[in-house]
């Protein structure tokens, strides 16, 4: 057994233990360890599908100090006009660049990949069957608490039976291959955003959308892109957009009506008009993948499939034929577990989590500012509350809460609120920060937000307590 010390030793050289990482870096003087099970930093962005990009703009993703793709806007494609969306081979090698050129460089960077952990500083390589040691000077890093899965990676929950063709996105691109196997009908199994890509990518490559069943076990609300955009360029719609989902959250009596008003400010969308969306994970779309996703009208709404064969599905409530030589595409995989929120800093353990929805890489920014500058673990958790994820949109306004609250304690303390404004993962610090005291449009519009935040605060408690009630009658 070989033996080291470091004095942070993180679990998980992904996006969210990258940008913890690099944060610290810049604000201590300490050594970090990575342990990781991938052959290259990315975490999940190794596994992913060849035609994944990210959801938002790559401003808010990778790590504080460096940037991600490039740096202007889209000029073709479905987020034309919007600011560029990293590839995932982009961000691979992006992380990569960051490992190669800038952590370990600095000579307080070591990195273990292919390597699993064991607990109580110990890892083994998964190559040799090696294991080995590592003194922890000051804490350990979990960074992979919301245990991120992909298709390629995760086991199904349903049943496969004998002459039943399922893959995971990866093997699409790959059909070209072998012309003599590719199907007369697609058959994509689930509701979320890596099934979304799928219906965009196969129609942009030729499939015919009748070709195409869609098993959606329940609908989902998605954030409309173009409120989402950094730059002064966007700020009416960026800040006049929380305008609005601050007055939707301080005048809804029901999650149902708060998410209808958002969809009436054109916040939400959803791909079935005549469907109201049960789901919200945060994904965000433009209203292009929305006009080609609608063009898929073979739907599947009969709840979680629970058996695949050739030529059949069979759901808890009957079965669905498919064409015998139909393509099972696993899109079922839930990206992050929707764990418990538990206090991320407990003594020599920090088990990261989303402090910001949805912004892991920023939250864990910010939580490496917050290791680094505050003394106590009291004072640490209470800048750096974890959020509950929603699952359902009955969830959505403890989130928000959560968020506000975070945000209010972030701006009592000055050192913090300086760093957030020239954080690059914040977005927005610097854009509201660059506006001109007699821009008398925008500061009104500050204005506005201020007002209608104190209103939803006030309103929130109501629709949480809606929220209690209706697991109490579950």
Not at 335 to 362: C, H, K, N, S, W
Not at 431 to 460: S, V, W
Request: glycine share 8%; hydrophobic share 40%.
């Amino acid at each position: 057994m070989t033996g080291s010390e470091t004095d942070y030793l993180i679990i998980g050289a992904g996006a969210v233990g990258m940008a913890f990482a690099d944060t610290l870096l810049d604000e201590t003087d300490a050594h970090i360890t990575f342990v990781d099970r991938h052959a290259k930093p990315g975490g999940h962005w190794n596994d992913a599908y060849p035609f994944v990009a990210l959801h938002q703009p790559s401003a808010f993703y990778g790590v504080n100090s460096t940037p991600l793709g490039q740096p202007g806007k889209d000029t073709i494609g479905l987020n034309k006009g919007y600011y560029s969306l990293a590839t995932g081979s982009e961000v691979c090698a992006y992380y990569e660049n960051v490992m190669a050129h800038r952590f370990l460089p600095s000579g307080r960077v070591a990195y273990h990949p292919m390597s699993d952990y064991l607990g109580d500083g110990r890892f083994v390589s998964i190559l040799s069957g090696r294991e080995s040691q590592i003194g922890i000077r000051r804490k350990t890093v979990d960074a992979t608490y919301y245990g991120t899965t992909v298709p390629s990676t995760h086991k199904p929950k349903f049943e496969i039976g004998d002459g039943a063709r399922l893959v995971p996105p990866n093997a699409l691109p790959q059909l070209w291959q072998t012309p003599e196997t590719i199907p007369s009908q697609f058959v994509i199994l689930g509701a979320g955003k890596t099934a979304m890509d799928v219906g965009v990518w196969l129609q942009q490559a030729g499939v015919d959308p009748s070709s195409i069943k869609w098993v959606r076990p329940r609908d989902t609300w998605m954030l409309n892109r173009g409120n989402v955009q950094p730059g002064l360029e966007f700020f009416e719609e960026t800040i006049g957009g929380q305008v609005k989902i601050m007055r939707a959250l301080a005048d809804a009596a029901t999650p149902e009506d708060l998410f209808d008003r958002l969809e009436a400010d054109g916040i939400m969308l959803r791909l079935d008009p005549e469907t109201k969306p049960s789901m919200f994970h945060y994904p965000t779309i433009s209203q292009g993948e929305v006009d080609i996703l609608r063009r898929i009208t073979d739907i599947v709404r009969m709840g979680h499939v629970r058996r695949i064969e050739a030529g059949r599905m069979i759901f808890d409530s009957g079965e669905i034929e498919t064409a015998d030589d139909a393509l099972y595409v696993d899109c079922t995989a839930t990206a992050v577990e929707r764990r418990p929120v538990i206090p991320q800093f407990q003594g020599d353990l920090i088990t990261l989590q989303m402090i910001r929805v949805p912004q892991p890489a920023f939250s864990a920014a910010l939580t490496a500012y917050i290791e680094a500058n505050f003394d106590d673990d009291a004072t640490k958790n209470s800048l750096g509350q974890p959020v509950p994820l929603p699952d359902g949109i009955d969830t959505y306004a403890r989130a928000n809460l959560v968020n506000m609250m975070n945000q209010f304690q972030w701006s009592q303390q000055p050192k913090l609120q300086e760093w957030m404004i020239k954080a690059r993962l914040d977005g927005f610090g610097k854009t509201i920060a660059a506006i001109a005291p007699d821009d008398t449009g925008k500061q009104a519009l500050l204005m506005q937000f201020r007002e209608t935040a104190q209103a939803a605060i006030a309103n929130l408690p109501k629709l949480i307590a809606q929220e209690a009630q209706q697991k109490a009658a579950e």
